[in-house]
């Protein structure tokens, strides 16, 4: 890119991380081979262009002094279109901004020219359009279906300029140029398929226009056929006092600069700009240029992801900010330059104070912190609180670690196993400590109401995505799927409702809807509510600590949420297809999917009276029991829905116990 | 109990607050030094779990609880509120340079031309106090309230403004009004949340959930809000074909597990969910029930010009007392679409403004009538206002029939009632063009300050310590605005 003919190099290119996949690295492998063979051919003089290169500049005087190209005055979109001047020639005008199904431009422009008996408007392809044509659509075509001009005298009425005859360079088949002067509106002028190269319609005029007076000309381009899109992309107008004028390229303003010079005064630079130009129109080029266009869609067509990323400058520029006094950023204070907290140990000998610096000064054996606040939101993982309770906090303002020794001793486990993750977390989970029953006696809760010296395991409520995954797991429903973008499950209606915003919660389909809480997606202004009654922060802070509270709010999730009692019902079923066993055996199998553990024979027997009873009544409303179990699905489901929606019932209970939302 | 004591002799109030930090265990603790004092722990698991329990404020409070009504959008004062005739003298030439110079507006230019009110002002009540005929009702309240004129904010687009209006800071995240106040007051009724948020008007407030949520405060205090479609509180209804009975009995199946559960592991926090779980099934009846508004007599709808089960923000003004007279803390009004920049048709004063004005007033007023007559008004303060004001200049293209003003942070309007304010009362002055505060500024933290005052708070003494320092709802600013405390 950003060579001619090419897409305009950006001022300033950010880093940029390319994802492509294997598959379209290959195809893209094979594509820039054949790009990079043809702008060869396309940058190379030869003889045989030299001597086609001498003909056209032959015959340019004469069209060049024929054709005077309007600059336009005023222009406009009437479907809200952005028309402006391209800013290499100044004249010739680019549609950007909305592509409307059909639109309709109007350009004014003066001309003082005496005895003006045709219009000329090029069409010319654009590089910033999908697709790389002389129109909008994505195919790069367009269908020009009326060229209106309407022409005003001093303070007259405008009239409108009664043509003869249209006539093209080029017009596809069924889309000749006088489709675009006559009276039927859905018919036009279009260039299937050479839409992606420069071409000329002239419209000749009855009456010869002015007598060297300046008039004021009003242009209207419609395009109004059944192909929606099809608007044009960039184009010029001209107009001329030569009769019988033929549709003729004209050159951009430079390269016209360039033409008016002898052959013998041009520099070196300009001969080059010269021929370079000449190729990028030379009939004998027009095919390479064609599958040049078509191989760049196909490249842009592959749709490769990238994005931007952050990148170490050079080394010898050295990262540095201003102070600024008191947080105003008005206020600016002296110069600081990257470098480490003083208080702390320095950079290793010979370090940059670089990310690569900070990395090595960070796992610097000198440096137990970051080990002891890694170790330390590990274990507050596993025990619901650190060693430090203060997670977030090690400064002077943070609590003291409850076991100093066996927070130093994990952090040095830590730099000894070469800061493996997963071996911590073994030592932790494998650990006496970690392995106790966190049953609690009244005179041991009395002593330490919170669990600070450890005495038990720990006992605490899951975290809001986890109380969601458990549900999920434990009825079989969990899309275990990792990675991707986020997702959209059951969502209450109304909960995004913003001004000057029409984005619309829909829910996603399949295992999507039963993805873990983490991949819930997420906005700040209106957060996932059930995730939120759990604790979950809003993301408007950066919170490395939650609070943990028991709220109603909490229970009428748990036991209400459709996506909860989705769950529930299909828990049931799962317990109640399994075709061995009693209802007793069926009502275990449910208990240690929630919980991992088998019921003590008190849990079985209230599990089981329970199911009895709501048995015995669904059977009396057996649509109730219907409704309940959202519908039977199969014809066996219709013969036992009231055990179905007993086992739903079960199942509800199951979801919402303690020991179910609670990692113990 | 001795450990009861223990904790007795060490926990001040500053004690308190710093462990609310260290969760449901501490508070729970807490609350119950408050109100059960010397009961036995195990017994009292209802205020155990409910960190939303009563506690004594600072100093003895004027008011118990806070009905705000936000205008979001930003209402005209100069429309409403604070007349002008020196605008209508001047109306369609330039503002003085010197008054806009280096100023920047939300879409207007310096240059805009002046625009005086197309409405008619008149002194109201006993008091005087000029109103425009827009508000025919709020007029006739004109002798209970407290029109503070001076009112200025930092912020001069929607969300930062209204999110600066609710918690004190234009970034999201801080804690709100509501949030401060349930953290520091708790709430009277144990089956309702202490902060309820009700919505109105063309669409949620720009700020969104941000200007009602807990910030760093636990989550308990976070507004709650009440809708007026389905569910009211969401997830209050049993799912379908489960009856209330069947509800009740799979509760006490789940009660009976989590209870032989807690024989076995005796973790206090399984009595905290079996009263979390009764507190919910308590709220599956009180939510319908307190939104249910057709018990309410005749002359109360009159009043208000409400219809029993048609949402709007008259229905939510009633909604708001119903609130309060079961002892919710803070109850907290939005109604979008006072945004009128006289750009579109949508948005003139001249079509436009009179309708948000009859969508609002009559209840706006009826609600302190309401309160009065019900003897709640001396402990409930009323809010009346939006997050900011519109500039004296039209915003509405020349040659158009259209006017409006743009957004204005300098200077607004709002009005206080009951819980301790002055009645009758009008407090500062703009400019003769409405344009800046001249006497007795009142800025958004002064407002705070004093909002807590009248609820016994020390706003400077309300902290809450987050990433390792206190935070307060007014930073380090606010002033208490003596002036208006009656």
């Not at chain 1, 028309?83 to 409307?100: C, H, I, T």
């Not at chain 2, 803070?330 to 403004?353: A, P």
């Amino acid at each position: 890119m950003g060579k001619p003919g090419g897409r305009p190099t950006p001022r300033f290119v950010e880093p940029v991380l390319d994802l492509a996949t294997i598959e379209q690295q290959e195809k893209r492998k094979s594509l820039q081979e054949e790009i990079t063979k043809l702008e060869q051919t396309l940058e190379t003089q030869t003889p045989e262009l030299d001597g086609a290169q001498l003909e056209w500049e032959h015959l340019q005087p004469a069209i060049q002094s024929q054709w005077k190209t309007l600059e336009p005055q005023e222009y406009s979109s009437a479907g809200g279109a952005v028309l402006s001047k391209a800013y290499d020639d100044n004249v010739s005008l680019r549609v950007s901004g909305p592509n409307p199904e059909s639109d309709t431009y109007v350009i004014v422009a003066k001309s003082d020219l005496p005895g003006i008996k045709a219009f000329q408007l090029e069409v010319l392809p654009d590089l910033s359009q999908a697709g790389l044509g002389a129109g909008r659509s994505k195919n790069g075509e367009f269908v020009l279906t009326r060229f209106r001009v309407e022409v005003v005298k001093g303070r007259q009425k405008p009239e409108t300029v009664e043509f003869s005859k249209a006539k093209a360079d080029f017009s596809a088949d069924g889309f000749p140029v006088s489709n675009a002067i006559d009276e039927n509106r859905e018919t036009g002028w279009a260039l299937m398929p050479h839409a992606g190269e420069a071409h000329q319609a002239v419209f000749e005029n009855k009456h010869p226009l002015g007598a060297g007076e300046e008039l004021t000309l009003i242009f209207t381009l419609a395009h109004e056929s059944k192909a929606l899109y099809h608007n044009i992309a960039r184009f010029r107008l001209s107009v001329t006092n030569i009769k019988d004028s033929a549709p003729a390229a004209l050159a951009p303003l430079n390269v016209q600069r360039i033409l008016g010079i002898p052959t013998g005064k041009r520099t070196a630079e300009q001969k080059t700009e010269l021929s370079s130009y000449y190729r990028s129109i030379a009939p004998f080029l027009s095919s390479a240029r064609r599958r040049l266009r078509q191989l760049n869609k196909e490249l842009n067509d592959l749709g490769i992801v990238s994005t931007l990323v952050m990148r170490e400058r050079p080394s010898f520029d050295r990262p540095s900010t201003l102070l600024r006094n008191r947080g105003s950023f008005i206020n600016q204070g002296e110069k600081v330059y990257a470098s480490v907290p003083a208080v702390l140990h320095p950079l290793p000998e010979g370090t940059m104070p670089n990310r690569l610096g900070l990395a090595h000064w960070l796992v610097d054996p000198a440096n137990p912190l970051v080990a002891r606040v890694t170790v330390n939101r590990t274990w507050a993982q596993y025990f619901g609180r650190g060693l430090v309770e203060t997670t977030e906090d090690f400064g002077t303002k943070g609590e003291r670690p409850s076991h100093p020794e066996t927070l130093d001793w994990l952090a040095t486990e830590f730099i000894r196993q070469r800061w493996s993750m997963k071996a911590i977390h073994r030592l932790i989970v494998s650990s006496a400590t970690y392995r106790q029953s966190s049953s609690v006696k009244p005179a041991l809760l009395e002593r330490d109401p919170y669990n600070r010296l450890l005495a038990r395991g720990p006992r605490f409520r899951m975290e809001a995505e986890m109380v969601r995954d458990v549900a999920l797991s434990a009825s079989g429903l969990l899309c275990q799927t990792i990675g991707g973008p986020s997702v959209f499950p059951y969502q209450p209606p109304g909960v995004w409702s913003l001004p000057y915003n029409n984005d619309q919660w829909v829910m996603s389909e399949g295992g999507d809807r039963y993805r873990r809480g983490m991949y819930t997606f997420w906005r700040r202004t209106a957060p996932y509510p059930s995730l939120m009654s759990f604790d979950a922060t809003s993301g408007e802070f950066c919170t490395p600590k939650r609070n943990r509270s028991n709220t109603p709010l909490q229970a009428l999730t748990t036991l209400n949420d459709p996506a909860f009692f989705e769950a529930a019902q299909v828990l049931a079923r799962k317990i109640h297809s399994r075709s061995v066993g009693n209802a007793q055996e069926k009502a275990i199998y449910g208990f240690r999917r929630c919980t991992s553990r088998k019921p003590a024979p008190e849990e079985i027997a209230a599990l089981l009276s329970f199911y009895e009873q709501e048995r015995k009544r669904f059977s009396q409303d057996k649509a109730a029991a219907c409704r309940l179990i959202g519908e039977p699905r199969s014809p066996a489901e219709e013969s036992e829905v009231a055990e179905l929606a007993a086992w739903t019932m079960v199942s509800n209970v199951l979801l919402n116990m303690d020991q179910t939302l609670t990692k113990e | 109990m001795d450990s009861t004591k223990d904790f007795l002799r060490l926990a001040t109030r500053r004690h308190f607050f710093k462990d609310c930090s260290l969760g449901i265990g501490t508070m729970a603790l807490s609350a119950l030094l408050n109100e059960n004092l010397f009961s036995d722990r195990r017994s009292s698991s209802e205020t155990v779990i409910n960190p939303l329990a009563p506690r004594p404020a600072h100093f003895a409070a004027k008011a118990k609880s806070i009905i705000y009504l936000f205008m979001a959008g930003g209402p005209s004062h100069l429309d409403l509120f604070d007349h002008k005739s020196k605008l209508q003298e001047l109306n369609g030439s330039a503002i003085p340079e010197e008054l806009v110079k280096g100023e920047r507006f939300a879409f207007i230019k310096g240059d805009a031309k002046l625009l005086g009110s197309p409405y008619q002002f008149k002194p109201r009540g006993n008091s005087g106090i000029v109103m425009s005929d827009l508000l025919p009702n709020i007029a006739t309240i004109a002798d209970q309230i407290t029109l503070v004129r001076s009112m200025h904010t930092d912020q001069f687009n929607h969300a930062p403004a209204q999110v600066f209006m609710n918690t004190g800071s234009q970034i999201i995240g801080r804690p709100s009004l509501g949030s401060w106040l349930a953290y520091g007051l708790g709430s009277e009724n144990r089956d309702l949340p202490g902060f309820v948020v009700l919505l109105s008007g063309e669409n949620n407030p720009d700020g969104g959930a941000a200007c009602w949520g807990n910030g760093f405060l636990p989550s308990p205090y976070q507004g709650v809000q009440f809708r007026s479609k389905s569910d009211p509180v969401l997830f209050v209804s049993n799912p379908d074909g489960m009856s209330a009975g069947a509800r009740r009995r799979s509760l006490d199946t789940l009660r009976r597990l989590n209870e032989i559960h807690f024989k076995e592991v005796g973790d206090p926090e399984i009595t905290a969910r079996i009263a979390a779980f009764e507190m919910a099934y308590r709220m599956q009846s009180s939510a319908p029930e307190l939104m249910d508004t057709s018990k309410e007599s005749k002359a109360t709808h009159e009043l208000y010009g409400t219809t029993p089960g048609q949402a709007s923000f008259a229905n939510n003004c009633l909604l708001a007392r119903r609130l309060v007279e079961r002892g919710v803390r803070f109850v907290q009004l939005y109604h979008r679409g006072w945004d009128h920049h006289g750009t579109g048709g949508n948005d003139d004063l001249i079509s436009r403004l009179p309708k948000l004005c009859l969508e609002t007033d009559r209840a706006s007023a009826a609600l302190v009538k309401d309160l009065k007559q019900r003897g709640l008004l001396e402990n409930t303060l009323v809010v009346w206002g939006g997050e900011f004001g519109r500039t004296p200049m039209n915003q509405g293209k020349i040659g158009s029939n259209l006017i409006g003003r743009d957004h204005h942070p300098k200077a607004f309007s709002m009005w206080l009632a009951g819980g301790g304010v002055k009645t009758g009362f009008c407090l500062g002055q703009t400019d003769e063009f409405g344009y800046t505060t001249v006497e007795d500024p009142v800025h958004v933290h002064d407002l705070h300050a004093t909002i807590l005052h009248l609820m016994g708070l020390d706003h400077t003494k309300l902290t809450y310590r987050f990433q390792g320092r206190d935070f307060r709802l007014t930073d380090v600013h606010g002033n208490i605005v003596a002036k208006l405390l009656a």
